[in-house]
């Protein structure tokens, strides 16, 4: 079986900005795939590659063992949910949903049918009559997925498709998509710069930074064993210890990463640091605290008994928290 | 408050903007009563009496006819050309970045800026040095010059609406670029296209000055009415087509009106 996705030693500039810089990357079929980074990372401009909207200064894509290069968008049998949505305002939503289907010469019966099915797969069954324009930011997000999927492609692109929805409905779409992914066994490529959506979404997570990739990893190794300082810090914002603390703490001189919540506090053992600051998330509280000259921050469950700021607390992990990540992370 | 909507307007000002008006369009009033006066040397008011006649009189001369013709193929043939490059312009514009982009959209619209008799005087010495002789083709291309940038001006402001990722969702559900235009881009900038086709038209149906250099023996309706007034036969025979281009003018600026009106405005009805 052929990866659903597979770069190698993809480049592509634009003028003298490396957007994505020889990355290696292998999807595999049926599998949901996150690409996390911060903006300007190249995970958007990957995403691209993989829809045909860009083509690579350098390198070879396959898509299902087919060579990618050099083929027009249209000629893939791939589709993508668009941060905007892009909905075509002047068509009503059965007809944005069929547009695929009547690009391909299918007949009016069958492309109405097969649109009012996917409106009902993404839960707005008889919004077919509606315009765009009368909908809500939720209910386009789902019009855009039901015209990509109706198409059935073999691999659907999201570009940060959760984005511009409210928190509660950005969870709800986070799980109907996961449900709708394993019902459907599409591959999903997901691109988002949220590492808590891809954490929970993702079958597999590649963190980009500057155009490369970091690390790829289910979301467990990603959070659990980052390799790298970039992707111990902005995936779950964990501690990054330098050789020395780690060294004065656990006695490697290697970078480290420490979890906020694998951090308990104590009156006796442990080390002492200083609380710097507080502050209150609600589910938890965030502690900031000093040790010897470095931030580290702590995240209590709540219920437990908050420290004044200037105190002196002590605190501890169990061995297995820490993480190490070489002397050159 | 002082600019509360309850306050009066002064009476004073009512008058004023009441003569404005009135300025503006008696003179247009009273060519269309000349249209229907029973004298025929002189504009003598109030007319001596009322007559249909001059609608036969007008309807049986075949120069009128024949200036109607032309100007009707003019303004036609000028509008086709302005919708095709004037798109194909507008599109260039604004869905990609190149060098020079500015200083194109800036040449583009310049011919509407100058003055009609530089842009006659100019094509004329242009088609004498290029020894063109001057015909029906001459006057078109005369009119194309500023029918162009009406349409340019109406397509550019619906395409900066049509954004990019409407055209690439296009292309991602398979359709080529054929298919896109078709399908997408057309019905976004239809409206805006028929404005501008409309008003194009209405300008080249009335233009006077660049004619006036571009033509050779033709006359188009508004130089039959010009040669009319100085060497009159039948005088309200003018009035009465006066009228006729009047309707056939004001009608398509008012439907590009009603048409763009949810949108953008109109471009160029200055000129």
Not at chain 1, 115 to 141: F, H, T
Not at chain 2, 3 to 19: V, W
Not at chain 2, 78 to 94: E, Q
């Amino acid at each position: 079986m052929p990866y659903a996705v597979s770069f190698q030693q993809v480049s592509r500039h634009f003028g003298s900005v490396r957007a994505v810089d020889a990355v290696d990357l292998e999807i595999e079929a049926g599998e949901f795939f996150a690409m996390l980074g911060p903006s300007g990372s190249g995970k958007t401009t990957c995403l691209r590659l993989i829809a045909g909207f860009e083509q690579p200064t350098s390198g070879h894509i396959e898509i299902f063992g087919e060579t990618a290069e050099g083929v027009p968008p249209y000629r893939r049998n791939v589709n993508t949910v668009f941060q905007d949505y892009a909905l075509f305002p002047h068509l009503n939503v059965a007809d944005n949903v069929a547009y695929g289907l009547m690009i391909r010469g299918v007949g009016k019966a069958e492309r109405t049918r097969e649109a009012e099915a996917a409106l009902e797969m993404v839960k707005l069954p008889g919004y077919g009559a509606r315009k765009p324009g009368q909908l809500s930011g939720g209910q386009r997000q789902r019009v855009a997925l039901a015209r990509a999927l109706v198409n059935k492609p073999k691999v659907l692109l999201l570009d940060e498709p959760l984005g511009a929805l409210d928190l509660k409905l950005r969870e709800q779409m986070q799980e109907e998509l996961k449900v709708l992914q394993k019902a459907l066994g599409i591959t999903f490529v997901f691109v988002t710069h949220d590492q808590g959506e891809a954490l929970s979404m993702a079958d597999r997570i590649a963190v980009f930074n500057e155009g490369r990739i970091m690390q790829t990893g289910t979301p467990e190794e990603i959070y659990r064993r980052p390799k790298t300082r970039f992707v111990a810090d902005f995936v779950g914002s964990s501690n990054v210890l330098s050789p020395q603390l780690t060294e004065r703490l656990a006695g490697v001189a290697e970078w480290s990463s420490l979890r906020p919540e694998d951090i308990r506090l104590g009156s006796e053992g442990g080390h002492e640091a200083s609380v710097t600051g507080t502050s209150f998330l609600g589910s938890a509280t965030r502690l900031s605290l000093d040790v010897t000259g470095e931030k580290i921050s702590v995240l209590l469950p709540s219920g437990a008994r908050v420290p004044e700021q200037g105190e002196s607390v002590r605190f501890s992990w169990d061995t297995s928290a820490l993480h190490l990540m070489g002397p050159q992370a | 408050m002082r600019s509360d909507k309850q306050s009066r307007t002064p009476m004073g000002l009512k008058i004023a903007a009441g003569a404005g008006l009135a300025f503006l369009h008696l003179p247009i009033l009273l060519i269309f009563l000349y249209a229907f006066t029973t004298e025929d040397k002189s504009y003598q008011f109030p007319p001596p009496g009322l007559t249909l006649k001059w609608f036969a009189v007008t309807w049986n001369r075949p120069d009128v006819w024949e200036a109607l013709g032309l100007s009707v193929r003019v303004a036609s043939i000028s509008t086709v050309v302005a919708l095709v490059l004037g798109t194909l312009c507008a599109a260039a514009i604004s869905q990609t970045r190149f060098f020079g982009r500015e200083a194109i959209s800036l040449l583009v619209i310049l011919p509407i800026a100058l003055p009609g008799i530089i842009t006659g005087i100019s094509l004329r010495s242009a088609f004498n040095l290029a020894e063109i002789p001057f015909s029906f083709w001459t006057i078109v291309l005369g009119h194309a010059t500023f029918c162009v940038v009406v349409v340019y001006n109406n397509a550019v402001a619906r395409f900066r609406r049509v954004s990019g990722s409407l055209i690439e969702a296009s292309m991602d559900l398979g359709a080529d670029g054929f298919q896109t235009f078709r399908h997408v881009i057309l019905p976004n900038i239809g409206t805006a296209l028929l404005a501008g086709g409309m008003l194009a038209f209405a300008l080249s149906f009335d233009e006077v000055i660049v004619t006036t250099f571009t033509a050779g023996q033709q006359a188009t309706l508004p130089i039959w009415m010009l040669e009319e007034l100085v060497r009159p036969r039948q005088r309200p025979v003018t009035n009465v087509v006066a009228m006729v281009v009047v309707l056939v003018t004001f009608l398509p600026i008012l439907a590009a009106y009603y048409l763009t009106r949810d949108g953008d405005q109109i471009s160029g009805q200055g000129k």
